[in-house]
């Protein structure tokens, strides 16, 4: 078993199920993607290139998915988060319920569009 997926599996609920649903649907839209363990969490790569990672934060009871070209993206934003963070943005869930599947394929479509636009946006 991939360190990731083990990550994934070892979570205590409700951490479990919301990274199992999202895994399922970042790998079912997009099959060219590579799950790697990068910093101790589950970083997914397009081409060798970073493209979104997620985050299990039992402190503050949430999952967030981050989206390394959040610079760039301009769908949906009032949802994304940049709290404490300099460059990159997510989408936050408390549960499973919460995770709004239209609004996080849209964000998922985008970032794969601009995937070659790099981290900063150059201005």
């Known amino acids: ?9 070892n979570q205590q609920e409700p951490f479990k199920s919301i990274l199992m649903h999202l895994q399922i649907l970042i790998e079912s839209t997009f ?15 397009l081409n060798n290139k970073p493209f979104c990672y997620l985050n299990a934060s039992k402190k503050k009871g949430y999952v967030d ?7 760039h993206l301009t769908q949906y934003n009032e949802f ?3 709290e404490n ?19 996080l ?4 479509a985008e970032a794969f569009e601009k995937k070659e636009a790099g981290f900063y946006k150059k201005k």
């Open 65 to 71: 998915v981050v989206f390394w070209v959040s610079a």
């Open 85 to 103: 963070r300099k460059v990159v943005k997510s989408l936050r869930y408390f549960n499973l319920e919460a995770i709004n599947e239209e609004i």
């Open 80 to 82: 994304l988060i940049s």
């Open 31 to 45: 099959p060219e993607v590579e799950l790697k363990f990068k910093w101790k969490i589950p970083f997914y790569y």
């Open 105 to 108: 394929l849209t964000v998922l």
């Open 1 to 9: 078993m991939k360190p990731a997926e083990e990550y994934i599996l």
